[in-house]
């Protein structure tokens, strides 16, 4: 399942090097994302998925970033799906990433492995060009 919400400024590239990073001046845009897996369920990631597009949605046009909302499921290591909330794009203003970090906080922080947070760069650069709103929920095919 994959939930997603996309406002962007421009199109990404893939995020650089992390020393790359650290080397960009202060008012470039750099390659942002945080991600928290919520133990809860899909209710509490619920609630910092839409706390998250409410605070995109007040901060236009000053943010560049997407959020998403997914369920990772394996029933061999896990019976119930893993609900994660990532949020992606041009690095945001200190207060805004302060508030991200407070609303992502009832989750766990967790690293987005390459395999996770390519497809969602792509997905991100994929929606840009259908505007700068794009929102769309998926579901999952129920096993019989």
């Known amino acids: 399942m ?61 943010t560049s970033l997407s959020v998403y909302r997914f369920a990772v499921v394996n029933e061999e290591l896990h019976p119930e799906p893993w609900w994660i909330v990532a949020i992606l794009g041009d690095r945001p203003a200190q207060r805004i990433d302060d508030q991200i ?20 760069i792509l997905r991100r650069a994929q929606q840009g060009q259908e505007g700068q709103w794009v929102k769309r929920h998926y579901r999952p095919k129920k096993k019989p």
Do not use: C
């Open 101 to 120: 970090e407070a609303i992502l906080a009832p989750g766990e922080t967790v690293d987005l492995p390459p395999q996770v947070l390519i497809p969602l």
């Open 2 to 62: 994959l939930h997603f919400w996309y406002m962007p400024r421009e199109v990404p590239g893939p995020p650089p090097p992390p020393n790359e990073r650290e080397k960009r001046s202060e008012g470039e845009p750099a390659f942002y994302h945080r991600a928290a897996h919520f133990l809860e369920g899909e209710k509490a990631a619920g609630k910092a998925y839409f706390q998250l597009q409410e605070l995109i949605f007040e901060e236009l046009p000053s």
